[in-house]
C-alpha cells in the first residue's frame, strides 16, 4: 500500500499535476506518524500509511492556511472519515473540488491516541467512529490506495462514546448540566479543539472578537461554559464525529459525546448526515418547507 | 547536608500539616485519565507512577486566569482598584528536577524591568519538593539541555525514592532547610540502610548542540530560513504547548463584566495564537503559523539566553507529548545543529 501511495505521490509531483501531498510520515523515532508536506517527488519515499496516522490532515486545505494554499495545488492523504470533512467543505465553498486531488487511503482503523500503540491494532485501543465506519473504502476520491476491505459496520451503532450517551440521556437534565460543568471545568483555552477542526475554519473566531469581548476568554467556569457551547453549536449538522478535537484536548474533555449527540439530533430532525454528499448542503444553513416545526411550541 | 527520612506513611500526616493552616498542598494525582498537578488533601489522592505530571505547577504561581484589578465607571471617573493578594503557603511535591529548574525562568522575566507581584508574592510562599527520576520516556531530553535528574537547581528539598517507596531528603535552599525545620517531626534520620534507588539518566540526544543552535538563530539571515518553513509547516497554532510548559510565561489582559462595573483579568495567551501579534491596523508580523513557531523556538534558544541567565527549554518533552500532531521541538534542535 504505502509502495503505491509513494508511486502516486512522485507521479503527481513529477508530472506537475499537483505541487504538494499531503500526508503523514514517521517522526525521528519511527515511534509516531506526524502531517508531511512533501514537494520534491524524491521525497515521496517518506509518505507512510498506518493505524498511527490518526490526523485528520484536511486543516490544511482551510484558508487560514496561506503558506500551504501558496505551494500549489495539493493532493491529499486521506482515510474515508478525513475524506468526509472535505466533503463538507466542498459543500461549504471553501474547497473546489477541482482544487484537490484526493487519495484515498482504504482503512481498518485507526489507534485512538497514538500512546495507546503496541504494535498492534485491536478494536479495544480504537475510537468509537472506527467501530462504525462506514467509509473505510474512502467514499470521495480521484485514487484510492490500499486493497478494498469488506467490513460492514453494525447496524445498531457500537462503541464507548454510544454507551456514554445512553447513560447521560438517562439522567436529568440538572444532573446532565452538572457532569458538563464539571467536565469544562478543566478547559484551558488552548483552543487545540478549534485548530484541530477542519471546520473550525474562521479566519477570526468569534472568542477572539474583542470590541466587545462576545466570549470571555478566562478559563473559568462562565467563560469555558460559553466556549465549549458556542463550538458545538456551530459545529451542529456539520460536524462528522472525525473526533480530532477530543484527540487534540490537553484535558481529556469528552468532546465526542457532545459531537455524536449533535450528529443524532440532526439525522433526527433533518435526515441528515453531513459529510457524504459534497452537493447537499448542511441543514442549519438551508430552508427547506419540510423543516420540522415542532419546535415551536 | 545529612539525608533525612522522609517515609511515605508520613506523606498523609505532612498533607495534613501543610493543609491544616490554610496551606496548600499540590501534587501528582489521576485526573480524568492523566497524571496531572493538583491540590490535594490526603495521600491516597496522589500517585507516585508517572514520569511527569501533563501540566505544569506554574499554575500555583502563575494562575491561567487572575483578578488583578477592578473598576467601576461612574459619574465623576473611573474607580479602579488593584488588586492584593495574599497567597497561602504553597508545597509542590513531586517536582522533576527539569521543571524545578523553570521556576527562575519565570523569575526572570516577572522581576525583568518590572516586579510583577501577583508572581513574586507567590513563589516567595512556594517550596518545591522535588522527587528525582527513576524512568523516563522517549520525549525527555533534559540531559540534551544540560540538565539532569540529578540536577538540583530551583528545588528547595531534594528527594530521592528508596526502594521501600520512603524518600531520602536533602535541603537545598534556605526555604527547603526552613520547611524541613517546620516539619522535623516528619523528616527522620536516615538509617545507612535506606538506600535510594538508581536514577535513570536519559541519553543525551546526539545530534544536538545548544550554543551551535543560538549562533545560528543570532544570524539574522536565518530569519527567513526556509527550513522554518519546512519544519514547522504542520503546527496548527493551539495553545497546548505553551500551556504546559513551565517556562513559558505569555499573558493577555482582558476585561470582564458589564459596561459599568467589572475585573481586569490576567489570563495566559500564546504566541502561538494567530491573534497573538495582530495589530489594531490589520497588520500581523507573523502572518503565518510557522513564523509563530519560529517565535515559540527563538524565544526558548535565543532571546532567554541572551537576556536572562536562566534557561528558556527545560527538556521536560511536555510540549512533544501534548502535541496534535507530533510537532518535536528537539527534531527542530537537531536540524538547526547540522546547519
Not at chain 1, 486531488?101 to 480504537?126: R, S
Not at chain 2, 497546548?240 to 493577555?252: G, I, K, M, R, W
Request: net charge neutral.
Amino acid at each position: 500500500m504505502e509502495n503505491a501511495l509513494r508511486e502516486k505521490a512522485r507521479e503527481l509531483l513529477t508530472s506537475g499535476e499537483v505541487q504538494v501531498v499531503i500526508g503523514y510520515g514517521w517522526n525521528r523515532r519511527k515511534t509516531r506518524t506526524t502531517p508531511v508536506f512533501i514537494t520534491r517527488s524524491e521525497d515521496a519515499d517518506r509518505l507512510v500509511f498506518n493505524p498511527l496516522c490518526v490526523n485528520n490532515l484536511s486543516i490544511y486545505l482551510t484558508r487560514k492556511y496561506k503558506d500551504i494554499q501558496a505551494l500549489g495545488r495539493p493532493a491529499i492523504v486521506a482515510k474515508g472519515c478525513d475524506i468526509k470533512n472535505i466533503v463538507v467543505l466542498i459543500s461549504e465553498s471553501q474547497v473546489k473540488r477541482e482544487g484537490v486531488y484526493i487519495i484515498g487511503a482504504t482503512c481498518n482503523g485507526v489507534v485512538y491516541k497514538q500512546e495507546l500503540w503496541a504494535g498492534e491494532l485491536n478494536p479495544g485501543i480504537m475510537p468509537t467512529k472506527c467501530h462504525n465506519c462506514d467509509v473505510r473504502n474512502p467514499h470521495v476520491t480521484d485514487f484510492v490506495v490500499g486493497d478494498k476491505t469488506d467490513f460492514t459496520p453494525p447496524e445498531e451503532p457500537t462503541g464507548m462514546v454510544f454507551d456514554r450517551i445512553r447513560e447521560l440521556d438517562k439522567k436529568t437534565p440538572s444532573e446532565r448540566w452538572g457532569f458538563w460543568i464539571e467536565e469544562f471545568s478543566r478547559c484551558i483555552k488552548c483552543y487545540a479543539c478549534r485548530q484541530a477542526c477542519s471546520l473550525c475554519y474562521c479566519e477570526r473566531c468569534i472568542t477572539e472578537k474583542n470590541m466587545p469581548q462576545w466570549v470571555e476568554t478566562s478559563a473559568h467556569p462562565r467563560g469555558n461554559l460559553s466556549w465549549n457551547l458556542i463550538r458545538a453549536m456551530h459545529l451542529a449538522g456539520r460536524c462528522t464525529f472525525c473526533g480530532e478535537c477530543e484527540r487534540s484536548c490537553p484535558v481529556n474533555i469528552p468532546l465526542n459525546l457532545v459531537n455524536q449527540k449533535l450528529v443524532l439530533t440532526v439525522k433526527d430532525a433533518f435526515s441528515y448526515r453531513s459529510g457524504y454528499d459534497e452537493k447537499e448542503h448542511p441543514p442549519m444553513i438551508v430552508y427547506s418547507p419540510e423543516d420540522k416545526e415542532n419546535f415551536i411550541k | 547536608m545529612t539525608d533525612k527520612l522522609l517515609k511515605r506513611e508520613n506523606l498523609d500526616k505532612l498533607i495534613g500539616s501543610v493543609t491544616v493552616g490554610g496551606g496548600v498542598f499540590v501534587a501528582p494525582g489521576m485526573e480524568a485519565r492523566r497524571v496531572v498537578f493538583r491540590e490535594v488533601t490526603r495521600a491516597d489522592e496522589m500517585t507516585h507512577d508517572y514520569i511527569i505530571p501533563v501540566n505544569s505547577y506554574k499554575d500555583w504561581v502563575f494562575p491561567q486566569t487572575e483578578v488583578i484589578a477592578r473598576f467601576a465607571i461612574k459619574k465623576d471617573g473611573v474607580d479602579l482598584k488593584g488588586e492584593k493578594i495574599e497567597p497561602p503557603e504553597t508545597v509542590v511535591f513531586g517536582a522533576r528536577p527539569c521543571e524545578a529548574a523553570s521556576l527562575a525562568s519565570l523569575r526572570s522575566v516577572f522581576t525583568w524591568d518590572f516586579i510583577d507581584e501577583f508572581y513574586t508574592r507567590r513563589e516567595d510562599r512556594l517550596t518545591v519538593l522535588t522527587v528525582a527520576c527513576t524512568a523516563a520516556d522517549d520525549e525527555c531530553f533534559c540531559t540534551t539541555v544540560e540538565l539532569s535528574p540529578e540536577s538540583t537547581v530551583g528545588s528547595d528539598v531534594y528527594l530521592k525514592e528508596t526502594a521501600d517507596g520512603d524518600y531520602l531528603a536533602s535541603a537545598i535552599t534556605d526555604k527547603g532547610t526552613a520547611f524541613m525545620e517546620k516539619y522535623s517531626t516528619l523528616f527522620e534520620g536516615a538509617s545507612a540502610e535506606a538506600k535510594p534507588k538508581e536514577l535513570f539518566i536519559p541519553e543525551k540526544i546526539d545530534g544536538i548542540d545548544l550554543d551551535r543552535i543560538k549562533k545560528w538563530l543570532d544570524n539574522k539571515d536565518h530569519y527567513d530560513d526556509p527550513l522554518w518553513a519546512e519544519l514547522s509547516r504542520k503546527c496548527f497554532g493551539c495553545g497546548a504547548c505553551t500551556f504546559s510548559c513551565p517556562t513559558c510565561h505569555c499573558f493577555d489582559i482582558t476585561d470582564e463584566g458589564t459596561t459599568y462595573e467589572g475585573e481586569k483579568r490576567k489570563n495566559w495567551d500564546a504566541c502561538q495564537f494567530e491573534h497573538f501579534t495582530l495589530h489594531a491596523s490589520g497588520h500581523n508580523p507573523r502572518d503565518a503559523q510557522f513564523k509563530r513557531w519560529r517565535n515559540r523556538f527563538m524565544c526558548k534558544f535565543n532571546i532567554y539566553p541572551k537576556k536572562f541567565t536562566s534557561t528558556g527549554c527545560v527538556g521536560c518533552g511536555r510540549c512533544i507529548r501534548v502535541c496534535p500532531v507530533r510537532h518535536d521541538i528537539t527534531e527542530v534542535m537537531e536540524a538547526i545543529s547540522g546547519r
